[in-house]
């Protein structure tokens, strides 16, 4: 009987903890960088490094870039088109449960698995860059919730406010369930009827957090609301609504969004754990987490669950590590503030390395599944449809590039905000250059890291 439970509970574990490393690359080939990759590493750094030196010297003042009117919607206009989107996508989360239940069991033909992961999860996230977040028109669970409300004439609230003590860490251990671990290290998003399960038990964890909690539940405790959120910060295009409920776009200068701190150090950790989990995505694709991977499950004569403890213990060693460039910035200030107050300040700086991570990393792996919906789509509509290829413009030459001048590009983004905040934060022009120069390093690091992961060769998972 014991052999028996030990070979169930191997399957169980091949099934859950397989990993997914391919799933976000553009393909499983090596290529070569455009340059000799210690050449980019040095210039890549030393473009950010000489970033921080030319504001400090120079105390250049960004505050004064302001955000320049584009467009605007009418009242009528935006709750036509709120309305459109709303019940378009709680119509989109309906057959998720339906497809990945009762249709055909197969990854690539399947509406739940090429809508999910890619094109909502990934995709509204992309969305929120450029624009910021939608989601609070489109959660689905949202709209159920005030569906219920509406019914009932006021808001629920069955158990009281929420609790403030709880801060938006229900949100972070959902981000760090859902998209770090499912969707990076397990099979679920191979798999249809997995993945409309687990959207499934989502959709009711918040719905009836809702329901206890009233409103508040949603904007703290919602991954994917915080998450969108916080990428929205960094969108150069602001969509504001109006009182009179229309909505106005703006151009902004991307930092704009990230000189305000965040309110705890919940939402510091969430920060934290956007820039780790796409990096660690990333990192999944290489054969050196192959090799990783193997030794430690052969060291410790345990299966591949070993990954999500690599996992967690990568995702410490960020949080550490933003935890004591915040201490150190303290020290050589001579700052008396506790260092969780100068975490929660300079946290959302790093956001727009998040971000262009994000975009770099997943760009193609949206767009390649947005045209696989046309051949999903089809006979639904009643007709035979080919996948569309997005990509057919994008050379690899030309992807190594994109993903240089995104990853870059984000890093010297981060270090302007960051300059802001130390302005602000530090009354000389001298404090505000020491308290710059630890954040400076961090960021230095990370990217050349950045860069050394997406020249990696892709092993296929």
């Known amino acids: ?22 799933a976000h690359g ?61 019940v378009a996508f709680l119509v989109a989360f309906v057959w998720v449960l339906y497809a990945g239940l009762f249709g055909k069991q197969v990854r690539a033909e ?84 997995l993945t409309a399960t687990v959207v499934a038990a989502y959709a009711l964890v918040m719905v009836a957090g809702g329901l206890c909690f009233g409103r508040e539940w949603f904007r703290r405790a919602d991954a994917l609301d915080v998450l969108y959120g916080l990428f929205g910060r960094v969108a150069p295009v602001a969509a504001t609504r109006n009182a009179d409920g229309g909505i106005q776009f703006e151009l902004r200068a991307p930092w704009h969004g990230t000189i305000d701190g965040v309110s705890d150090l919940s939402v510091t950790a969430f920060v934290v754990a956007t820039v780790y989990t796409v990096s660690f995505d990333g990192f999944t694709s290489t054969s050196e987490y192959q090799t990783i991977l193997f030794d430690v499950r052969e060291a410790l004569g345990v299966g591949p669950v070993v990954s999500v403890g690599l996992y967690a213990v990568g995702f410490v060693g960020f949080l550490v590590a933003f935890a004591l460039v915040a201490a150190t910035t303290d020290r050589l200030v001579g700052n008396s503030e506790s260092w969780r107050t100068t975490a929660c300040a300079f946290a959302p700086t790093v956001l727009p390395i998040a971000v262009v991570y994000e975009l770099a990393h997943n760009y193609p792996y ?61 009354a000389t022009r001298s404090l505000a250059r020491r308290a710059h120069f630890p954040l400076t390093a961090l960021m230095i690091g990370y990217t050349v890291l950045s860069l050394w992961i997406v020249s990696r060769p892709v092993v296929a998972g």
């Open 1 to 22: 009987m014991r052999w028996h439970v030990r070979i169930s509970s191997a399957v169980m574990s091949a099934v859950l903890f397989s990993g997914v490393a391919s």
């Open 26 to 86: 553009v393909g499983g080939t090596r290529f070569d960088a455009p340059l000799p990759l210690s050449l980019l590493f040095v210039g890549a750094g030393a473009t950010v490094g000489l970033t921080a030196v030319w504001l400090g010297a120079t105390g250049t003042r960004l505050d004064g870039v302001r955000a320049r009117r584009l467009a605007s919607l009418s009242p009528k206009t935006a709750t036509v088109l709120r309305g459109v989107a709303r």
């Open 110 to 193: 399947n509406f739940a698995t090429v809508f999910v992961w890619p094109v909502w999860i990934r995709g509204v996230g992309l969305v929120a860059v450029l624009f910021g977040s939608p989601w609070r028109v489109l959660s689905p669970w949202l709209t159920v919730y005030d569906g219920l409300a509406w019914l009932e004439g006021t808001d629920v609230s069955l158990v009281g406010a929420y609790p403030s003590r709880l801060g938006e860490w229900p949100a972070l251990f959902g981000f760090v369930a859902g998209i770090g671990i499912v969707e990076n290290l397990t099979v679920i998003p191979r798999s249809p009827r």
């Open 366 to 426: 949206v767009l390649r599944n947005a045209g696989q919906l046309a051949a999903v789509l089809g006979p639904y509509l009643g007709s035979a449809t080919d996948a569309i290829e997005p990509l057919w413009w994008l050379s690899l030459p030309a992807f190594w590039w994109s993903q240089i001048l995104l990853i870059v590009g984000g890093h010297v983004v981060a270090v302007v905000a960051s300059h802001e905040v130390a302005r602000r934060r530090y």
